[in-house]
C-alpha cells in the first residue's frame, strides 16, 4: 500500500495499522489495478478472497487522492448469502441477520445491477419477509437468481465501482472540484467486523472538535446493532458518546471501549497530525477502527485546528499556515448567512463583495442616508452604481445592482468597504421609477420590503434568514502572525478614506498601494468647485477654483498619514474624465447652471462637448495631468503640506509616494515630474521645511509595458494596474464583459473571468516584461501590482515569480492575501502541503 | 570642395566647373568652417581674398544640405566702397555704380549691421544722392562709417550669415522642414559678374519646363542692366528668353548668347540629371553661369519631369521611381484648391482626408440627399458623423464636422470614398439646431451658404475659391507601373461597397483587403430586420430576421467578387456592438416601437440595456460571434453562396477569405472555425458544388499578438487591425483623442500623432511578437495590416521589415502605397535617392 497510487483512505488505514490500532484485515487497490479492472480485467480474485477470513463478510470502500473529490458509495456486507444468513442467524438472531442480508442485497441491486431503486421502496418490509420479497424482485429484474459466490459478489462490486469513477457524469464532477483529468480511484476492501451479534456490538462515529466551531469537544454517537454511520441518523437510540446530561452515552454503557476509543483518537490526531473523524465498530465488546477522515469543517473550526494542533506541538506553525485554503479566510471577516439556515432566494448575481447583509429596500443614495439616519440598516438597490452614489453606499448594510461585473463600480467600491455587494442580477427586474424588484416568479419586492444578500454566494434572498458573525479571534490572529513571519512579499492594502486605511491597518497591511484621489471630489462641499474649475475658461480661474479644494485635499492626505504612522502611502493624482462630475439629466443640468450662473443651454452644449465615446480610453489620467496641468499642481502642494503637517518630531518622517495613471510614454513622466518637483520646490522654500517623496508609474497600457525600460529611469516605483492592463489587453471593458462572461467561461473560451483571476498568458507576459525592462533600466525601482487581482492567491504567486516587491488589494482581501503570499514562501522553502486524508 | 560637407549650392557649382560651363571663380566655405565662423573664428581671410581678382566684387550665396532647409538670403556686391564707385562708375556710369554700391550699403546695414530696415525705406532717392544719404544714416546709425576694407565687409558678411544659420528660429523653421539638428550651413563665395555695365549686360533665370505642368517649356526672363533675380520683377523691362509673340525676347537682342544658354541648359540637364532653374549673368556680351538649383515643381510637374528624363534615358525608370514623395502622390487624385487662388479661410480642423470641395452647406444626412437630387453640390456639417450619415455622405462633396480625429468615423469612410473632409474643427462653433456655423470671429454661415473645405490642409473657406483637377494622366500611370515592377510587398485596398471596389482597381490594388460588413445594414430596407433580430427573444426568431437579410448579403458579396474577379476578397465578419443600429432619441424610439409592435417603454428598457459604457471595449466582433452566432452563420451562408453564384466558367475560381474581428483568445477562433466549416459543408451539399475559402483572424488587441503562435494554427492569415490595436496598446480612443492630441503632439509628449504614423516602439512591438510567433508557429500564414496605416509610407516600411505580405489600405491611399513600397524595394536593392541640389 503506497499512497500516492492507493488514495487517502488507503493511506490513512495504513498508517492506523502501523500506529497498531485494532483495524480490522484490509486489502488496498491502486489506481492502476482499478483502472484495470474498469477496462474488463480483474485481479486475481481468489488470492483477494484468501486474504480474508474464510467466510468473512467484506465491504469495499473508495480512496481518491482527495476526499472531496467524491467517488462511488461503500457497499457492505459482501459475502452475504443464503447459506451465510443461516450461519449468521445463529450468532445474531433471524431477524437481524436478514436485515443485513436485505440491506446488501438492496445496495448490489441499485448500484452494482443497476436495477430500479424503486423496486426496493416498494417492497415496504423488512426482515425475513422484505428479504424473500426483494431476493424475488431482484430475481425477477435481473433475470437471474441474486449471486451467491462470494468471490463474484465481490468481482462485480469492484467492477461496479471502478467503472462508476470512469464514467462521464463523476469525472464532470470531480473536475468541478479540482481533480486532474486522469484523477484515480483506489478501493480499500476490508474484512467487516459487522457491529451485530451477541454481546455489546454496534458501531458510532468519533471526533475530538466540534465542526463548526473547532473547539475541543468529544462529539459523534453510537448506536447498538448498526453498521456504518447509521448511528448518527439513528435518532433517539443512539448514544452520545461521552457522559452528557441530553441522555445516555457510550461511557456509561461500555465504558472500558470508550476510554480506549478516546485513547485512540488522541493517537490518531497527535500521529496523524490532524483532527479525524474515526469510524468504529464494537463487536461483542471488542473495538474496531474502520476507518479515518478528516473532520468536516467550517473555516473557523479549520484555523482554530489547525492553530491548536501547532500549539500543542504536533505541527509546526509554518504547517498549520499550510493548511488554511486563503481564499476561504475572507469569509471569516464577514458576516455570513448561517449554515443551516433556511434560505428564500429570489434572485442571482455575481458575489461582488462577500459577507451577508439584511435591510431594508432602498432605490437611491439619499434614501439610504435617511433610512441609515433613522436607524433602519438598508440594501441600496441600483441599476449600477456611479462615484455619487459612494455616500449612499457608506450608508447602507449592502449593495445589489443589476448591472456589472467583478469590477464594476458597486463591486470594486464594496470590496473597498467591505460592504457585502451582489451585481449583475440582471434575472430580477429592477424598476427603479416604481420602486420594485420582481423576481423570476413573479414575486414583487417595493421599498422598505427586507432582503437579504449573501455576497459570499451571490445569492439574494428574501427577509433575514439567521446570520453568523465574523469571526476575527485569537486563533486567527495567531495565525496571521505566522504567515507573517514566513511571508516574503509585502502586502499593501488599497484605501481611499481614513475609514479604509484604519481597515487596511486593523488587517496589518504594509502601507496603502494605492489611495484614488478621485472620490474625495464627489462629497457635496467639493463638487462645486471641482464643477466651476472644469467649466473655467482660463488657467488662472481653474487655480481659483482649485484653491478652494486645496485645503480640504490638504486635510484628507494628513489624516491618511497620521493613520498610516509614516507606512508607506501611495496616492494616484486624479484620474477619471472630467464628466464624471457632470450632471447628465435635465435636473442636474439646471441646478448646476444656477449654481454657475449661467444659462442652461450653455451649461448643456459644454457638458456634452466634454462627453466621450469610450471614456474608458479617453482624457483622463495623465493626459488631463499634462492638458490641465493646475489639478495635479494642486494635488502636489496638498500632498506636500500634508506631509509637512502629518510628520512629528521622533516619529518616521511621512514620504509620500506620488502615482501617475494611465502613462503610455515616457515623455508624460519627464514633464509632470519636472511640474511636480517644482512644486515640492515651492513647499519647501515657503515652509522652510524639507521633506523626501517618491514619484512613480501606474503602468496599466500595454505600452507602458512595453516601453518600461524608457520609463523607469524617471521612476521610483512602477505599480502594474492590472484592472485596466486586463482592459486594454484584451481589449474587454469590466463594465461590458459582464453581459457575456459568464457565457464565455462556461463555454470554455476564457479559462476564467480575466478580471476575476489574472490572465497569466497574456497580461502576465506584459507584466513579466515590464518587470524585466524596468528593473534592467532602473534596478532600485520598486515593482508592485495595485489592481483587483492584488487580493488573488494564483496572481500574487505570478507577481512573486516576477519579482515584485509588493503587491495591493482591497483591505478586505488583505488577510488572504498574506496568507496565500506566506503559502507560496513556504512552499519555496519546501514546506508541503498537508497530507490528504 | 566636397558635395556633403559643402551644401547642395557648392556640389552643382562644382559640377558646372567640372563640366567646363562658364562660372566665375567660386571658393566654397565648408559646414565646419562656418560653423568655426559663427563661433567668432574667421578662416584665413588674405587667402581667401586672394583667391579671386583683385578689385573683383564678390557675392556670397548659402548653400545647405537641402535646398527648401532654407538659409539666409545672398549678398551682392562685396568689395564696393568709395574707392571703387570712382573706378566703376568709368565702366557703368555713376549712376548706375552709385545704385550697385547703395543696394550693397543696404543690405550690409540690414543683415550684416543689423540696422532697422525703415532707415534705408525713408531715403526715398537712388542714384548718387540716396548713396550718400544712405551713407550717412549708416554712419549715424552705427555710430561708424561704412566699412571701407573689403576684406572687412567680407568677414563681417561670413559671420553675419554663419550666424544667422544657427539661430533659433532658424534652426526652428528648418526642423520643422525635416532639418536634423545639426544640419549644417556651407557658403559660397563667388566673383561677380556685375550685369551691369557697358555693351550687352544684364542677368536672368531660365529652366525648361513650366513649373506647374512639368511640360517641356523655355521659362524665365532676361533684363539688361540688372543682377540676381531681378528680372523675374521686372516687369515690362524684362525681356522674355524665347521669341515670344508677348514682347521682345533675349533670342531676338542676343542670338549668340541665348543659343549658348540654351546648350549649357541641355548639358545641365542631361549631366546633372535633372531640370535645373538657372541662373546667369551676360557681361558685356559673354555668358556666365552663375547658380543652378532644382526647377521649383508641382507634384504633377515632379512625376512629369522624372518619368521624360527617364524617357530620355537620362535617368532610369527606378530613379524616376525614387524621385516623388508618395505622400505627394494623394494630391494627384483630388481636386485641389488652385495654387494661387485667394483664400479666405473661416475655421480650421484636421485634414482627414485629402482634396477640395466646394459646395452649400447641409446640416443633416437627409439635406444632403435633397441637396444632392436638385443637383446642388453639398458639404455635409455635422457634430459627428455615424453609420446612419454614410448615405448622405455619399451624397455629399465634402464633410465637415465639429468633432473627431484622424480616425474618426467621418475621416475613415471620407478617406475611403475619396470625399474630402475636414474633422474637428472645434474651434467654428456649430449649432445644428439653429442650423448655423460661426466662425472665430463672428462670421455667420447658414443651411444654403456656399463654403469650401480643403481637406488637403484641414481649412474651411468662404465661397468657391478656384480649383484645379485630379492628375491621373499617362505619366502618373507609367511611373506607377514602374513602381509597381519594382514593388515587393502588395498592397490591397480597403472596400466595403461595390462603387469602393471600383475604385479599388481603378488604382491597381491586388485584392480587397478589409470588407467590413457592418455598413451593409444601415441601409433603410435592411435597418428594420437587422433590429428586429436585435430584438428577437429566441434563436429562431433571430434566424427569421436573418432570413430576411440573407439574400442582401449575397447580393452585396456577389458584386464584390465579380468587381474584384478572381482576385483576393478579405470579408470581416460582423463587428460593432449592436446598440449601434438601434435609435437613442425618442422620435426614434418611437418608430422603431411602431415597427416592432412593442410598447415604447419595452424598446427604451431594451434599447437601455443594450447600452455600453465603452462600445469600443464591448459586446462586439467575435464575442457577438459566439453569443450570437446565428449572425455569422447567416453571413458565412450569403458569402459561400455569393462564392459560387460569382464563379464563372474558365475564370479563376473565386475564393473569399473570411476574417474574424477582434480576437482575444485561440479557443474564440477554434469554436467559429468549426461552426463556419459546418456552414460551407451545407452549402456545398445544398449546390452540388465545391469551392474553398480561407478563414483568418483580425489580430487587433495586444492579447491576439502576444498569443499569436496559439492562433496562428487555426487560421489562414493573419490581418493585424492597428487601429484598435493602437487604441488599446495607447488605452486612447482615436474618437476621443482628437481633444488633446494636438496639445500632445506639439507638446512632444507624442513624436506622432500614432493613429496617422504607426507607432513603431509599442504598436509595432506588438506587430513584430504577432508576425514572428504567428510565422513560426504556421509557415504558410499570410501576414498583413489592414489599419489606417496601411497607406503611410513608414507604417509600410515597418510592415515590410517585419515580413508581411501585403498591406491594405483605403482605396485613395493605393497609389501612395504602391509607390512608397517600391521605392523600399528599391532602397533595399541599392537604389539611391536623387542627389539633392
Not at 473655467?536 to 484653491?547: F, G, I, N, V, W
Request: proline share 6%; charged share 25%; with cysteine.
Amino acid at each position: 500500500m503506497s499512497p500516492p497510487t492507493h488514495g487517502s483512505r488507503a493511506k490513512c488505514l495504513q498508517r492506523l495499522v502501523r500506529l497498531s490500532l485494532p483495524v480490522p484485515r484490509t486489502v488496498a487497490l491502486s489506481f492502476d489495478t482499478v483502472h484495470t479492472i474498469a477496462q474488463g480485467q480483474l485481479p486475481d480474485m481468489p488470492a483477494l478472497i484468501a486474504a480474508f477470513d474464510p467466510g468473512a463478510l467484506l465491504c469495499v470502500r473508495p480512496s481518491s487522492q482527495e476526499t472531496d473529490w467524491g467517488g462511488p458509495g461503500a457497499i457492505l456486507n459482501i459475502g452475504m448469502n443464503d447459506a451465510r444468513l443461516a450461519s449468521l442467524a445463529e450468532d445474531i438472531g433471524a431477524e437481524a441477520a436478514a436485515g443485513l442480508y436485505l440491506r446488501f442485497v438492496e445496495a448490489y441491486a441499485v448500484h452494482v445491477a443497476r436495477l430500479d431503486p424503486d423496486l426496493f421502496d416498494e417492497i415496504g418490509e423488512s426482515g425475513a419477509k422484505g428479504l424473500a420479497r426483494a431476493l424475488a424482485a431482484y430475481e425477477e429484474e435481473a433475470e437471474e437468481p441474486f449471486p451467491q459466490d462470494p468471490q463474484r459478489q465481490l468481482a462485480e462490486v469492484l467492477r461496479s465501482m471502478a467503472r462508476a469513477w470512469e464514467g462521464t457524469t463523476a469525472r464532470l464532477l470531480r473536475q468541478a472540484r479540482g481533480a486532474p483529468v486522469d484523477a484515480g480511484l483506489g478501493l480499500v476492501v476490508q474484512e467487516m467486523a459487522p457491529g451485530l451479534g451477541r454481546g455489546e456490538c454496534g458501531s458510532g462515529v468519533l471526533q475530538l472538535v466540534d465542526s463548526q466551531t473547532g473547539l475541543p469537544q468529544i462529539t459523534g454517537r453510537y448506536l447498538s446493532q448498526s453498521q456504518g454511520r447509521e448511528a448518527l441518523t439513528g435518532g433517539a437510540d443512539s448514544l452520545y458518546l461521552e457522559r452528557d446530561p441530553r441522555g445516555r452515552s457510550l461511557e456509561e454503557a461500555a465504558p472500558e471501549a470508550f476510554a480506549l476509543l478516546k485513547d485512540y483518537a488522541g493517537v490518531m490526531r497527535r500521529r496523524l497530525r490532524a483532527e479525524m473523524q474515526i469510524e468504529f465498530t464494537i463487536q461483542n465488546g471488542t473495538l474496531h477502527i474502520l476507518d479515518g477522515v478528516l473532520v468536516p469543517r467550517s473555516t473557523r473550526a479549520a484555523l482554530r485546528i489547525a492553530v491548536r494542533l501547532a500549539e500543542d506541538g504536533i505541527i509546526t506553525p509554518e504547517e498549520a499556515v499550510m493548511r488554511i485554503e486563503p481564499r476561504a479566510v475572507s469569509e471569516l471577516l464577514h458576516r455570513q448567512i448561517a449554515p443551516g439556515a433556511a434560505r428564500s432566494v429570489i434572485g442571482r448575481g455575481i458575489a461582488a463583495s462577500p459577507g451577508a447583509a439584511t435591510g431594508r429596500i432602498v432605490f437611491s443614495a439619499a434614501e439610504a442616508l435617511a433610512s441609515t439616519a433613522r436607524n433602519e440598516p438598508c440594501i441600496l438597490v441600483r441599476r449600477e452604481t456611479s462615484p455619487e452614489d459612494v455616500r449612499g453606499m457608506h450608508a447602507a448594510v449592502g449593495v445589489l445592482t443589476e448591472r456589472g461585473g467583478m469590477t464594476s463600480h458597486a463591486a470594486v467600491i464594496g470590496r473597498g468597504l467591505g460592504l457585502p455587494c451582489v451585481v449583475g442580477a440582471a434575472r430580477l427586474r429592477f424598476n427603479l421609477q416604481r420602486k420594485t424588484l420582481t423576481s423570476e416568479r413573479g414575486q414583487v419586492f417595493r421599498e422598505g420590503d427586507v432582503i437579504t444578500i449573501d455576497g459570499t454566494s451571490g445569492d439574494v434572498l428574501e427577509g433575514s434568514p439567521a446570520t453568523v458573525e465574523a469571526a476575527l479571534d485569537e486563533a486567527f490572529h495567531v495565525l496571521m502572525g505566522w504567515a507573517d513571519a514566513a511571508r516574503d512579499i509585502a502586502i499593501r492594502a488599497n484605501a481611499d478614506t481614513p475609514k479604509d486605511a484604519a481597515t487596511a491597518r486593523n488587517f496589518a497591511a504594509q502601507g496603502i498601494g494605492l489611495c484614488r484621489t478621485e472620490h474625495m471630489f464627489f462629497e457635496a462641499d467639493r463638487l462645486t468647485p471641482m464643477r466651476e474649475m472644469i467649466f473655467a475658461d482660463t488657467p488662472k480661474d481653474r487655480q481659483a477654483a482649485l484653491a478652494i479644494l486645496l485645503p480640504m485635499q490638504r486635510k484628507d492626505f494628513t489624516e491618511l498619514f497620521r493613520i498610516m504612522e509614516g507606512m508607506p502611502v501611495c496616492i494616484r493624482l486624479f484620474d477619471p474624465p472630467l464628466h464624471e462630475f457632470l450632471p447628465t439629466d435635465r435636473h442636474g443640468l439646471r441646478d448646476l447652471a444656477e449654481a454657475l450662473d449661467l444659462p442652461v443651454s450653455d451649461v448643456t452644449r459644454r457638458v456634452q462637448s466634454l462627453g466621450e465615446y469610450n471614456p474608458m480610453l479617453g482624457l483622463r489620467g495623465v493626459r488631463l495631468g499634462i492638458t490641465v496641468p493646475e489639478i495635479y499642481d494642486m494635488q502636489a502642494r496638498a500632498i506636500f503640506e500634508a506631509t509637512l503637517d502629518a510628520s512629528r518630531e521622533g516619529a518616521p518622517p511621512v514620504v509620500p509616494e506620488i502615482m501617475l495613471p494611465l502613462v503610455s510614454a515616457k515623455r508624460e513622466v519627464e514633464l509632470l515630474r519636472g511640474r511636480i518637483e517644482a512644486v515640492a520646490t515651492a513647499v519647501r522654500t515657503e515652509r522652510g521645511r524639507d521633506f523626501t517623496f517618491r514619484l512613480g508609474v501606474m503602468a496599466e497600457t500595454p505600452r507602458a509595458c512595453l516601453r518600461a525600460a524608457e520609463i523607469a529611469p524617471f521612476a521610483h516605483f512602477l505599480s502594474f494596474g492590472t484592472n485596466d492592463l486586463t482592459q486594454m489587453t484584451y481589449g474587454l471593458s469590466r463594465d461590458d464583459a459582464g453581459r457575456f462572461m459568464s457565457d464565455y467561461v462556461s463555454q470554455g473560451v476564457f479559462n476564467e473571468d480575466p478580471f476575476h483571476v489574472l490572465d497569466t498568458d497574456g497580461v502576465g507576459e506584459l507584466l513579466a516584461i515590464g518587470a524585466e525592462r524596468s528593473r534592467a533600466a532602473n534596478p532600485g525601482i520598486t515593482l508592485s501590482i495595485c489592481g483587483e487581482h492584488g487580493g488573488n492567491p494564483d496572481s500574487i504567486a505570478f507577481c512573486r515569480d516576477v519579482g515584485m516587491d509588493y503587491v495591493s488589494c482591497s483591505s478586505f482581501r488583505v488577510p488572504v492575501a498574506r496568507l496565500a503570499a506566506a503559502q507560496l514562501a513556504l512552499r519555496a522553502k519546501g514546506v508541503k502541503l498537508p497530507p490528504k486524508l
